[in-house]
């Protein structure tokens, strides 16, 4: 079945130390995208991708990275700059970047130590 | 920014019963309203939307009304089996237009 596979479920950071979310999909989408979703509140955009090698700053992107190497690939970096780290964290894709249908991966659960 | 508001936070319904979720937004420009539904440790996933040039959308249980003057958009559920205890989540836009979510609905459908 195609979809986007997040690893790992639950993850937990201590203090100053990068931590790296994998997101994989298999959709042969163009464009990627990292939310944040924290108890109350909507899905916060952090990055996005319209196509490999080129990524753009969402509304929340300071204290965070990512890289578009592969197409299949988006992997987000939370650094020790993010102070406020703990949320839950989704990524998702579009066809093409015209594309309104979002779909989603399963999320990875970030804890601080 | 856009901004969208999203009421009420948590609904609690008896099986059988109807559900309705608002959301009121302020930019008129918007053309796209999704609604997403996230199960318990899942991602969110489309299950219906509506465009501006539509007022109304129905999908078996579920439709979608759109009231453009009033800038106001409202799901509502038919029937709620425990299955639709969820958090829904309203939206405006997607693909070239910035997505901006509402904050959520926790909808629980007591058996």
């Known amino acids: 079945d195609g979809g986007i596979t997040q690893s790992p479920k639950y993850l937990f950071r201590k203090e100053g130390q990068n931590v790296t979310l994998s997101c994989e999909q298999n959709?042969?989408?163009?464009?990627m995208y990292w939310y944040r979703q924290d108890p109350g509140q909507g899905l916060r955009l952090i990055y996005y991708?319209?196509?490999?090698?080129?990524?753009q700053k969402g509304d929340i992107a300071e204290g965070y990275s990512v890289s578009r190497e592969k197409k299949e690939s988006f992997p987000l970096t939370v650094t020790s700059a993010q102070k406020n780290p703990t949320a839950f964290y989704l990524c998702?894709?579009?066809?093409?970047?015209?594309?309104?249908?979002?779909?989603f991966g399963s999320g990875t659960q970030l804890s601080v130590l | 920014g856009e901004n969208v508001e999203q009421h009420p936070s948590t609904l609690s319904v008896q099986e059988g019963d109807s559900a309705v979720i608002k959301c009121t937004y302020s930019?008129?420009?918007?053309?796209?309203f999704p609604w997403y539904k996230q199960e318990l440790g899942k991602g969110p996933q489309l299950i219906i939307d509506?465009?501006?040039?539509?007022g109304e959308k129905k999908d078996q249980r579920i439709a979608v009304t759109l009231n453009k003057t009033a800038k106001h958009f409202s799901l509502h559920i038919t029937e709620t089996q425990p299955e639709d205890s969820a958090v829904y989540f309203c939206?405006?836009?997607?693909?070239?237009?910035?997505?901006?979510f509402g904050t959520g609905t926790k909808l629980q459908v007591i058996p």
């Open positions: 991708s319209q196509i490999v090698n080129d990524f």
């Open positions: 998702a894709s579009t066809e093409g970047w015209s594309s309104e249908k979002l779909f």
């Open positions: 509506i465009r501006s040039n539509v």
């Open positions: 939206a405006l836009g997607g693909g070239y237009q910035k997505v901006t």
């Open positions: 959709l042969n989408h163009d464009a």
């Open positions: 930019d008129s420009a918007s053309n796209y």
